[in-house]
C-alpha cells in the first residue's frame, strides 16, 4: 500500500517523547492554521480529532518563513540560523488530529514533521508550562523547497491578510 510507508515515515517521530504532553502531542502552527487563518477551520473540526489551543510562541532558533508558489502557501523552510523567529499557536493533539495534520501537510513529501524548541510568549489555562518557557513541540517544516525560495522574502508571522499582498489560496478553490 502506497500511502503505508509515508505515514509510517511521519509516525516515526511519535517515539520522540518531548513533544508529548501526556497521551497528547504538542504541535505548533505558523500559517493557514492559526486562528483567523483560512485553514483554522481543520483545528476546530472534531471530526478530524482533538486540537486544544494552548497557547502562543515563537520558534527559539530563527528560520526563514516564506510564501511561496502559485497559492501563496506559507513554508518554514528547514534552515535553521537563517530567517526570524517565527511566531504561531501551540495545540495539544491527540493521535486522530495528528494523523489528519500528516496528511493535510503532505507529510513526508512537502512538510516534514520534526521537533522544535519552542519559547512559549502566552499560555493559556490554569495548568503551567511546566515551569518552562521552552517546550518541544512538532512543527511541519520543509526541506525539500525550491532553491529559488531561499530568495523570497521572510515573515516573522504569517498572515493570509497581510501587507504582503500574497493572499492564501485554499484547496477548493485552486485549478
Known amino acids: 500500500m502506497p500511502g503505508a510507508a509515508s505515514s509510517h515515515v511521519c509516525n516515526v517521530h511519535l517515539c520522540l517523547s518531548a513533544a508529548f504532553a501526556g497521551t497528547m502531542a504538542r504541535v505548533f502552527v505558523y500559517g493557514t ?3 483567523g487563518q483560512p485553514n483554522y477551520k481543520h483545528m476546530i473540526n472534531t471530526a478530524k480529532g482533538i486540537a486544544k489551543y ?21 513554508f518554514m523552510l528547514n534552515i535553521p540560523g537563517t530567517g526570524h523567529h517565527v511566531a504561531g499557536e501551540i495545540y495539544t493533539v491527540d493521535d486522530q488530529m495528528l494523523q489528519f495534520l500528516d496528511e493535510f501537510e503532505g507529510c513526508p ?3 516534514q514533521r520534526t521537533t522544535m524548541r519552542i519559547e512559549v510568549v502566552e499560555w493559556e489555562g490554569k495548568s503551567s508550562a511546566a515551569g518552562s518557557s521552552v517546550m518541544e513541540c512538532f512543527v511541519y517544516s520543509t526541506t525539500t523547497y525550491q532553491p529559488e525560495w531561499v530568495q523570497l522574502p521572510y515573515h516573522d508571522n504569517y498572515d493570509s491578510s497581510g501587507t504582503h499582498g500574497l493572499s ?3 484547496r ?3 485549478d
Open 33 to 35: 492554521l492559526k486562528k
Open 54 to 74: 494552548q497557547g502562543r510562541g515563537r520558534t527559539v532558533e530563527k528560520y526563514p518563513l516564506v510564501i511561496a508558489g502559485k497559492y501563496n502557501i506559507p
Open 109 to 111: 513529501d512537502m512538510y
Open 168 to 170: 492564501y489560496v485554499l
Open 172 to 174: 477548493e478553490s485552486r
